[in-house]
């Protein structure tokens, strides 16, 4: 099944399978199931590798498994239920420090992926703009309800840290809540259950559009320096597996380098049939609109650097999730990336 951004009533909330492309059914490919938070924009490189045909090159057909929100993607993956995870960094460090390490083998995003946007009569009474500061936005949010994926998840983190840079705190100047995926979330948003919603594109930019809602972060261009050279999006494996199957690791690692390199040198209204395709009920204005913005956040090496690891870490210092640093080499490796 296809992420449908237009069914907007329970397909993108619950967990299931998005698709694993035509090559799946020949029986020559390894079968392969990796899971996702959320089928956002943010994971277009996955959805490109398996819909051009690059895991099939490299003898792989992959099953990709939402969950509405990071925490079960994980799960999964320590289970052994799957065998990647695609998702952001917090359980990376977590699952360390609770002694199930679990390992970084790439870098598809080093930027926040994640946008919140503000309902429309929030921003009006508030007199907020998209155009306001970022700091007075934040502080703006006090005395509201704001909501993320669900509790713990990054899009959740990510409220507490904004909500703690202006000296709010949390769930007592504002309730943060969990809504589960953009099913959900974006009719909470437009009807204004919720202040502010936080979560991949193209959720927040989609209420925008429709008039429903302002922009309240602007993270896939850059503005925000402390999410700049982040570790947002990784390729996670458990390093055990990653050891005993060393070359599947290091052919999904490369099928993904090809999947980004693709999408970042091909023309974004080329590219309109296979956005179209898993994100139907979305304008293609807004479609273009949204991959050009992403393309920059795209590493196009893999290439996961310490400054990366550590910004990411000091932001789960700062939200409470870890209580100390974590040394970067024990989380994260580069010695699957091509030589």
Not at 92 to 110: D, H, I, R, S
Not at 193 to 203: D, K, R
Request: hydrophobic letters at 45%; proline letters at 6%; charged letters at 20%.
């Amino acid at each position: 099944m296809r992420a449908n951004i237009g069914l907007v009533a329970g397909v993108l909330g619950a967990a299931l399978a998005l698709g694993v492309g035509a090559q799946a059914q020949s029986q020559t490919l390894k079968p392969l199931r990796v899971t996702i938070p959320v089928p956002a924009m943010v994971f277009y490189p996955l959805f490109v590798a398996v819909d051009k045909g690059f895991f099939a090159t490299h003898g792989y057909a992959f099953e990709i498994i939402s969950t509405a929100g990071d925490g079960p993607d994980i799960d999964a993956l320590i289970s052994g239920s799957v065998d990647f995870t695609i998702s952001t960094p917090n359980r990376l460090f977590t699952a360390y420090e609770q002694g199930k390490p679990l390992l970084a083998v790439m870098n598809l995003g080093n930027r926040m992926g994640i946008e919140c946007a503000m309902n429309k009569a929030v921003a009006d009474r508030l007199s907020i703009t998209e155009a306001t500061p970022l700091d007075q936005k934040l502080r703006s949010m006090k005395g509201e309800t704001v909501a993320g994926t669900r509790p713990g998840a990054f899009t959740y983190l990510l409220l507490v840290n904004y909500a703690k840079r202006v000296g709010l705190v949390p769930q007592q100047d504002l309730q943060i809540i969990g809504l589960g995926g953009a099913g959900s979330m974006l009719p909470a948003l437009e009807n204004g259950q919720v202040a502010v919603a936080c979560t991949g594109s193209p959720m927040p930019e989609l209420a925008v559009s429709r008039g429903k809602a302002i922009a309240f972060t602007h993270n896939l261009r850059g503005d925000d320096p402390a999410f700049d050279d982040f570790l947002f999006e990784l390729l996670y494996v458990r390093p055990d597996w990653a050891k005993a199957n060393a070359d599947i690791v290091r052919g999904v690692v490369t099928s993904l380098r090809e999947a980004v390199a693709w999408m970042q040198d091909t023309p974004t209204k080329t590219q309109l049939p296979e956005m179209r395709a898993r994100f139907t009920g979305v304008p293609d204005a807004l479609l273009t609109e949204i991959l050009d913005s992403l393309k920059p956040a795209f590493r196009r090496d893999g290439m996961i650097t310490e400054a990366a690891v550590d910004k990411a870490a000091k932001f789960l210092r700062d939200t409470g999730v870890i209580n100390a640093p974590i040394p970067w080499q024990a989380v994260a490796t580069n010695d699957y990336l091509p030589k």
